[in-house]
């Protein structure tokens, strides 16, 4: 079966540009969640979803950042305009909130470098 | 808010040693627990969780965690560490009800496994 998977794996980009990160969820499952891992603030949640509606966005650190979720299968988490503060690797995960006994099911993440 | 709190950030083990890594938690009512397993460049993945069953939770790899309200702990255990045991390790918790599978995560404690 085919996990959840993100792109890019890897994206260097320049201050100022905007970055778009993709992510496919596990089909049938009805929740993701985005979140950023860095050495100083470790894994943070910063949005999640239940069946394509936004029901958590408090971890959004600001404006610049956005997500949607136009459909089950596909949710794209955006960063307009980047700064280098902004270097992490973002993850998503989905799960099945119908058994709600909390496992997650990561992709492999996207490293970010804003230079 | 619920919270979990891993001690150490940095465990070293020689192989074939008694893994313990400690993990306890903040919650008004006992919530499910977790530990994620991270290795290098890849995502986090399952190791064993305690959604109010059993006490000791048995997961894979060999390795295990005691639920213990009076301590509010949840350390994970592991009699003989192996050289592939080497990785990230993060406990987290999860709302019994209404929690929709929102995880919050420890910092994480790196394990290393030395010959």
């Known amino acids: 079966d085919a996990g959840v998977i993100q792109s890019p794996r890897h994206e260097v980009t320049e201050m100022g540009q905007e970055v778009t990160l993709r992510c496919k969820p596990i089909s049938g499952h009805n929740s993701l969640f985005w979140y950023r891992q860095t050495m100083m603030r470790g894994l943070e949640l910063l949005i999640y979803?239940?069946?394509?509606?936004?029901?958590?966005d408090s971890g959004m650190p600001e404006d610049r950042f956005s997500a949607k979720m136009p459909n089950a299968s596909f949710s794209t988490l955006k960063i307009q305009p980047s700064e280098p503060r902004d270097s992490a690797v973002y993850f998503c995960?989905?799960?099945?909130?119908?058994?709600?006994?909390?496992?997650?099911?990561f992709g492999e993440g996207s490293r970010l470098t804003v230079l | 808010a619920q919270s979990v709190t891993q001690l150490g950030s940095h465990v070293s083990v020689s192989e074939g040693a008694l893994v313990l890594l400690r993990c306890n938690y903040s919650?008004?009512?006992?919530?499910?627990l977790f530990w994620y397993v991270q290795y290098p460049n890849q995502g986090l993945q399952l190791l064993l969780k305690?959604?109010?069953?059993?006490?000791l939770v048995k997961g894979i790899n060999g390795f295990e965690a005691e639920f213990k309200k009076s301590e509010t702990s949840f350390h994970l255990t592991k009699p003989s560490a192996h050289m592939s045991d080497a990785a990230e390790y993060f406990c987290a918790v999860s709302p019994v009800t209404g929690g929709g599978n929102k995880l919050t995560f420890g910092t994480g404690t790196q394990l290393k496994v030395e010959l």
């Open positions: 995960a989905s799960s099945n909130r119908d058994i709600n006994t909390g496992e997650l099911f």
């Open positions: 919650s008004s009512v006992p919530p499910y």
């Open positions: 305690y959604t109010s069953a059993a006490t």
């Open positions: 979803f239940n069946n394509n509606v936004p029901i958590d």
